[in-house]
């Protein structure tokens, strides 16, 4: 169950993550899922698709989180918020992670955190987890907070 869902991004990996029910939905437990696609070569044009790297202030520091469109939720490695964000409390929650093969990963806790970026602050769910991985800013916050998309395009 503590298999890596998501791995180093510095390879062009993709991740995609969203809600779905599943058989267990009866007992209101929700479930996400993620997926994992690595992108290792170039593509037919040469091209290769980089992370893009977002810097928000999370509780008044500066943590890096690769922008992921494909994740529902923004997650964290415990690792990374054990260091990052140990100051923040984490509280229980009943969603369940769930890799493509259908492996479970159950979070550490979710924690209410505020986000600062581009002059636009808001209290948003961040989900811990025991596997390794970059932090991911996923739809939820981006569906918050605004980006600068024109930025993003010229990097």
Known sequence: ??????????????????????????????SLEIYNVSDESPDESGETTEPIWLKPQVNGKTIILELDTGSAYSVMSQSEFERQLKHVKLCHTKKILKTYTGERIMPVGAARVKVEYNNQKCMLNLYVVKT????????????????????????
């Not at 890596?4 to 009866?26: A, P, W």
């Open 1 to 30: 169950m503590e298999k890596q869902s998501y791995r180093d991004t510095k390879k062009g990996n993709v991740h995609v993550m969203t809600d779905k029910s599943d058989e267990d939905s009866d007992t209101g437990i929700t």
């Open 132 to 155: 390794h991985g970059p932090a991911l800013w996923g739809r939820a916050w981006l569906s918050k907070i605004c980006l600068d998309w024109i930025a993003i395009k010229s990097l």
